[in-house]
Protein backbone atom coordinates (compact mmCIF):
# COMPACT_ATOMS: atom_id res chain seq x y z
CA UNK A 1 0.00 0.00 0.00
CA UNK A 2 1.77 3.22 -0.85
CA UNK A 3 0.49 6.44 -0.46
CA UNK A 4 -1.61 8.27 -3.01
CA UNK A 5 0.75 10.43 -5.10
CA UNK A 6 -0.23 14.80 -4.35
CA UNK A 7 1.53 18.07 -4.74
CA UNK A 8 2.77 19.18 -1.47
CA UNK A 9 1.59 22.35 -1.97
CA UNK A 10 -0.24 24.64 -3.96
CA UNK A 11 -1.44 28.63 -3.91
CA UNK A 12 -3.14 31.27 -5.49
CA UNK A 13 -5.00 34.48 -5.30
CA UNK A 14 -8.92 34.92 -3.86
CA UNK A 15 -10.77 34.55 -6.88
CA UNK A 16 -8.37 32.00 -8.56
CA UNK A 17 -8.99 28.71 -9.19
CA UNK A 18 -6.91 25.88 -8.21
CA UNK A 19 -6.81 22.09 -9.29
CA UNK A 20 -5.13 19.35 -6.58
CA UNK A 21 -4.02 15.92 -8.54
CA UNK A 22 -3.85 12.56 -7.00
CA UNK A 23 -1.84 10.25 -8.92
CA UNK A 24 -2.28 6.32 -7.95
CA UNK A 25 -2.30 2.79 -10.09
CA UNK A 26 -4.63 0.52 -11.92
CA UNK A 27 -4.70 -0.99 -8.64
CA UNK A 28 -6.78 1.57 -7.29
CA UNK A 29 -7.52 5.01 -8.97
CA UNK A 30 -7.35 3.33 -12.33
CA UNK A 31 -10.03 0.87 -11.85
CA UNK A 32 -12.55 2.14 -9.46
CA UNK A 33 -14.58 4.91 -8.61
CA UNK A 34 -14.10 5.40 -5.80
CA UNK A 35 -12.06 8.36 -4.76
CA UNK A 36 -13.03 10.65 -2.10
CA UNK A 37 -11.05 14.13 -1.03
CA UNK A 38 -11.22 15.71 2.40
CA UNK A 39 -10.61 18.99 3.59
CA UNK A 40 -8.84 19.24 7.15
CA UNK A 41 -8.54 22.37 8.95
CA UNK A 42 -5.70 22.98 11.50
CA UNK A 43 -6.47 21.28 14.64
CA UNK A 44 -9.67 19.81 12.82
CA UNK A 45 -11.08 16.59 11.82
CA UNK A 46 -10.93 16.07 8.01
CA UNK A 47 -14.17 16.87 5.79
CA UNK A 48 -15.45 14.84 3.26
CA UNK A 49 -16.16 17.40 -0.01
CA UNK A 50 -15.73 14.50 -2.70
CA UNK A 51 -16.87 11.24 -2.92
CA UNK A 52 -17.26 8.60 -5.87
CA UNK A 53 -14.56 10.70 -7.92
CA UNK A 54 -17.13 13.66 -8.67
CA UNK A 55 -19.91 13.18 -6.23
CA UNK A 56 -20.49 16.43 -3.80
CA UNK A 57 -21.96 15.70 -0.08
CA UNK A 58 -24.97 18.15 0.50
CA UNK A 59 -23.78 21.08 1.83
CA UNK A 60 -20.64 20.86 0.11
CA UNK A 61 -20.00 24.02 -1.86
CA UNK A 62 -20.72 23.47 -5.47
CA UNK A 63 -17.12 25.53 -5.98
CA UNK A 64 -15.70 22.32 -5.29
CA UNK A 65 -15.58 19.81 -8.26
CA UNK A 66 -14.03 16.22 -8.72
CA UNK A 67 -12.83 14.69 -11.84
CA UNK A 68 -10.55 11.39 -12.77
CA UNK A 69 -8.29 10.77 -15.77
CA UNK A 70 -6.74 7.08 -16.03
CA UNK A 71 -4.67 6.83 -12.72
CA UNK A 72 -5.00 10.32 -11.63
CA UNK A 73 -7.62 11.92 -10.04
CA UNK A 74 -8.26 16.25 -9.53
CA UNK A 75 -9.85 18.03 -7.38
CA UNK A 76 -10.96 21.65 -8.54
CA UNK A 77 -11.75 24.90 -5.71
CA UNK A 78 -13.15 27.30 -8.40
CA UNK A 79 -13.56 30.92 -6.72
CA UNK A 80 -11.15 30.76 -4.38
CA UNK A 81 -11.97 31.71 -0.64
CA UNK A 82 -9.84 32.91 2.25
CA UNK A 83 -11.62 29.35 4.05
CA UNK A 84 -10.94 27.56 1.65
CA UNK A 85 -7.57 27.99 2.83
CA UNK A 86 -6.46 24.20 4.32
CA UNK A 87 -5.04 20.83 3.75
CA UNK A 88 -6.57 18.50 0.91
CA UNK A 89 -5.96 14.85 0.99
CA UNK A 90 -7.42 12.15 -1.28
CA UNK A 91 -8.48 8.74 -0.36
CA UNK A 92 -9.17 5.61 -3.00
CA UNK A 93 -10.44 1.84 -2.39
CA UNK A 94 -7.82 -1.07 -3.57
CA UNK A 95 -7.90 -4.31 -5.10
CA UNK A 96 -6.77 -5.69 -1.77
CA UNK A 97 -10.02 -3.88 -0.43
CA UNK A 98 -7.92 -1.81 1.30
CA UNK A 99 -8.33 2.10 1.31
CA UNK A 100 -4.93 4.34 1.09
CA UNK A 101 -5.06 8.00 1.35
CA UNK A 102 -2.81 10.71 -0.24
CA UNK A 103 0.13 12.48 1.12
CA UNK A 104 -1.97 15.67 1.28
CA UNK A 105 -1.78 19.51 -0.37
CA UNK A 106 -1.65 22.64 1.81
CA UNK A 107 -3.81 24.85 -0.15
CA UNK A 108 -2.68 29.09 1.01
CA UNK A 109 -5.06 31.46 -0.48
CA UNK A 110 -2.31 34.88 -0.86
CA UNK B 1 -27.12 13.29 13.29
CA UNK B 2 -24.45 10.80 13.55
CA UNK B 3 -21.61 11.64 16.17
CA UNK B 4 -18.26 9.45 16.83
CA UNK B 5 -16.06 10.03 19.54
CA UNK B 6 -13.09 8.73 20.60
CA UNK B 7 -11.80 7.52 24.31
CA UNK B 8 -9.02 6.45 25.59
CA UNK B 9 -5.57 6.99 27.42
CA UNK B 10 -3.23 9.85 26.10
CA UNK B 11 0.00 8.43 27.34
CA UNK B 12 1.03 5.10 26.23
CA UNK B 13 4.51 3.51 26.99
CA UNK B 14 6.84 2.22 24.41
CA UNK B 15 6.11 -1.93 23.70
CA UNK B 16 3.07 -1.32 25.38
CA UNK B 17 -0.53 -1.79 23.94
CA UNK B 18 -2.35 1.34 22.89
CA UNK B 19 -6.08 0.82 22.95
CA UNK B 20 -8.88 3.16 22.13
CA UNK B 21 -12.72 2.88 21.99
CA UNK B 22 -14.97 4.44 19.86
CA UNK B 23 -18.54 5.23 20.32
CA UNK B 24 -21.77 5.82 18.07
CA UNK B 25 -24.63 7.91 18.54
CA UNK B 26 -27.23 9.61 16.07
CA UNK B 27 -27.57 6.42 13.79
CA UNK B 28 -27.23 2.44 13.12
CA UNK B 29 -23.88 0.84 13.60
CA UNK B 30 -25.39 -1.57 11.26
CA UNK B 31 -24.50 -1.99 7.20
CA UNK B 32 -21.30 0.57 7.58
CA UNK B 33 -17.65 -0.37 7.81
CA UNK B 34 -15.90 1.50 10.84
CA UNK B 35 -12.27 2.35 10.19
CA UNK B 36 -9.59 3.91 12.44
CA UNK B 37 -7.53 6.41 10.36
CA UNK B 38 -4.20 8.17 12.69
CA UNK B 39 -2.43 11.34 11.62
CA UNK B 40 1.13 11.90 13.19
CA UNK B 41 2.28 14.97 14.14
CA UNK B 42 2.32 17.46 11.02
CA UNK B 43 1.97 14.51 9.08
CA UNK B 44 -0.71 13.09 6.20
CA UNK B 45 -3.60 10.95 7.17
CA UNK B 46 -3.25 7.20 7.56
CA UNK B 47 -5.87 4.40 6.78
CA UNK B 48 -5.18 1.76 9.88
CA UNK B 49 -8.07 -0.58 9.47
CA UNK B 50 -11.81 -1.44 9.39
CA UNK B 51 -14.31 -3.74 10.87
CA UNK B 52 -18.00 -4.28 9.23
CA UNK B 53 -20.70 -5.27 11.25
CA UNK B 54 -20.51 -8.92 9.73
CA UNK B 55 -17.67 -9.11 11.51
CA UNK B 56 -15.21 -8.54 8.44
CA UNK B 57 -12.45 -6.70 9.33
CA UNK B 58 -9.24 -5.54 6.92
CA UNK B 59 -6.07 -3.69 8.06
CA UNK B 60 -3.24 -1.50 6.23
CA UNK B 61 -0.51 -3.89 5.52
CA UNK B 62 2.23 -2.19 7.34
CA UNK B 63 0.28 -2.47 10.65
CA UNK B 64 -1.38 -5.26 9.99
CA UNK B 65 0.76 -8.08 12.66
CA UNK B 66 0.33 -5.61 15.19
CA UNK B 67 -3.58 -3.99 15.07
CA UNK B 68 -6.64 -5.51 15.88
CA UNK B 69 -10.66 -3.92 15.54
CA UNK B 70 -13.45 -5.02 16.95
CA UNK B 71 -17.00 -4.47 17.04
CA UNK B 72 -19.35 -4.56 20.19
CA UNK B 73 -23.07 -3.78 18.45
CA UNK B 74 -25.01 -3.86 21.67
CA UNK B 75 -22.69 -0.84 22.79
CA UNK B 76 -22.08 0.37 19.74
CA UNK B 77 -18.72 0.47 20.00
CA UNK B 78 -15.45 -0.23 18.14
CA UNK B 79 -12.57 -0.57 19.08
CA UNK B 80 -8.76 -0.24 18.22
CA UNK B 81 -5.65 -1.80 19.93
CA UNK B 82 -2.39 -1.31 18.62
CA UNK B 83 0.47 -3.40 20.00
CA UNK B 84 4.33 -2.84 20.78
CA UNK B 85 3.76 0.47 19.58
CA UNK B 86 6.84 2.91 19.42
CA UNK B 87 7.09 6.91 19.53
CA UNK B 88 6.56 6.25 15.29
CA UNK B 89 2.85 5.50 17.04
CA UNK B 90 2.42 8.87 18.40
CA UNK B 91 -0.54 10.59 16.27
CA UNK B 92 -4.27 11.65 16.35
CA UNK B 93 -6.29 9.07 16.11
CA UNK B 94 -9.78 9.61 14.09
CA UNK B 95 -12.75 6.78 14.19
CA UNK B 96 -14.88 6.99 11.39
CA UNK B 97 -17.80 5.78 9.37
CA UNK B 98 -17.26 4.35 5.62
CA UNK B 99 -20.11 3.72 3.35
CA UNK B 100 -19.14 0.69 1.09
CA UNK B 101 -15.74 1.56 1.12
CA UNK B 102 -16.38 4.70 -0.91
CA UNK B 103 -15.86 8.07 1.95
CA UNK B 104 -15.52 8.52 5.32
CA UNK B 105 -18.83 10.50 6.18
CA UNK B 106 -18.50 11.01 9.54
CA UNK B 107 -15.32 11.38 11.54
CA UNK B 108 -14.72 11.82 15.73
CA UNK B 109 -12.93 14.51 16.82
CA UNK B 110 -9.56 12.48 17.08
CA UNK B 111 -7.58 11.76 20.17
CA UNK B 112 -4.00 12.09 20.41
CA UNK B 113 -2.00 9.35 21.63
CA UNK B 114 1.83 9.82 22.36
CA UNK B 115 3.77 6.88 23.12
CA UNK B 116 6.82 7.80 25.99
CA UNK B 117 10.40 5.94 25.94
Known amino acids: ?110 | QVQLQESGPGLVKASETLSLTCSVSGGSISSYYWSWIRQPPGKALEWIGYVHDAGSTKYNSSLYSRVTISLDTSKKQFSLRLSSVTAADTAVYYCARSRELRDFDYWGQGTLVTVSS
Open chain 1, 1 to 110: QSALTQPASVSASPGQSITISCTGTSNNVGNYNLVSWYQQHPVKAPKLIIYEDTKRPSGVSNRFSGSKSGTTASLTISGLQAEDEADYYCCSYEGSGTLVFGGGTKVTVL
